[in-house]
């Protein structure tokens, strides 16, 4: 069974503070995503990578900055979070064999930060 | 910015009806997908229609594309409470590995 899990299902942090959102997936997808989701404005794609140590911009990236060191692994960074990050975030891989490409979600990190 | 618009925001039916979502977006696509959310949860893939494919069955799931109009309709039929999540549409540009999601319909199915 296929899985992509997310390090933790709630987090709650202080203004100021780094935090780590962690993502894994044993698909050995190639593509992985980062969302944040937010009532009334859908999915947002903060950054995305296409392979190992390598990344793209996705529509918001300020506050945010990723790293892909292993294929399985790819992790969010707040570098000093701040409150308008208190949102729900969203890990997704895809597979980039074949001409189109399902996304599969992880149960997604809901982060609060106070 | 968001490509994918889902009309309405929020439906409400009885178990048994079918429940119809429409989908538009801005820009020429590779294929459009349909995913649903349970209350809190990741998305889950439901169904991937190609832009030169005009009509996809699933199950109880009807999707057809009108690349013309720029616009695609998700129908479920005879819904069920488990029905009850948002659905959200995704669009994906051809050479490009992103997909842009809608902002999702409210689905909530009485029992």
């Known amino acids: 069974d296929v899985k992509v899990t997310q390090s933790s299902r709630y987090l709650v942090k202080r203004t100021g503070e780094k935090v780590f959102l962690e993502c894994v997936q044993d698909?050995?997808?190639?593509?992985m995503f980062w969302y944040r989701q937010d009532p009334g404005l859908g999915l947002r794609l903060i950054y995305f990578?296409?392979?190992?140590?390598?990344?793209e911009k996705g529509d918001i990236p300020e506050g945010y900055s990723v790293s892909r060191e292993k294929k399985e692994r790819f992790s969010l960074i707040l570098e000093s979070a701040s409150t308008n990050q208190t949102s729900m975030y969203l890990c997704?891989?895809?597979?980039?064999?074949?001409?189109?490409?399902?996304?599969?979600f992880g149960p997604g990190t809901r982060l609060t930060v106070l | 910015s968001q490509q994918g618009e889902e009309d309405p925001q929020a439906l409400s039916i009885q178990e048994g009806e079918n429940a119809t979502m429409n989908c538009s977006y801005k820009?020429?696509?590779?294929?459009l997908q349909w995913y649903r959310q349970n209350s809190g949860r990741g998305l889950v893939h439901l169904i991937l229609?190609?832009?030169?494919?005009r009509e996809k069955h699933s199950g109880r799931l009807r999707v057809t594309l009108d690349t013309s109009k720029k616009s695609s309709s998700l129908l479920i039929t005879a819904s069920r409470a488990a029905d009850t999540a948002s659905y959200f549409c995704?669009?994906?540009?051809?050479?490009?590995?992103?997909?842009?999601f809608g902002t999702g319909t409210r689905l909530k199915v009485l029992a």
């Open positions: 997704a891989s895809s597979s980039r064999r074949g001409r189109y490409y399902e996304q599969f």
């Open positions: 995704a669009t994906a540009t051809s050479g490009t590995y992103k997909y842009i």
């Open positions: 990578s296409y392979d190992v140590k390598m990344k």
């Open positions: 229609i190609r832009s030169n494919e």
């Open positions: 820009t020429s696509i590779n294929n």
């Open positions: 698909m050995d997808h190639e593509n």
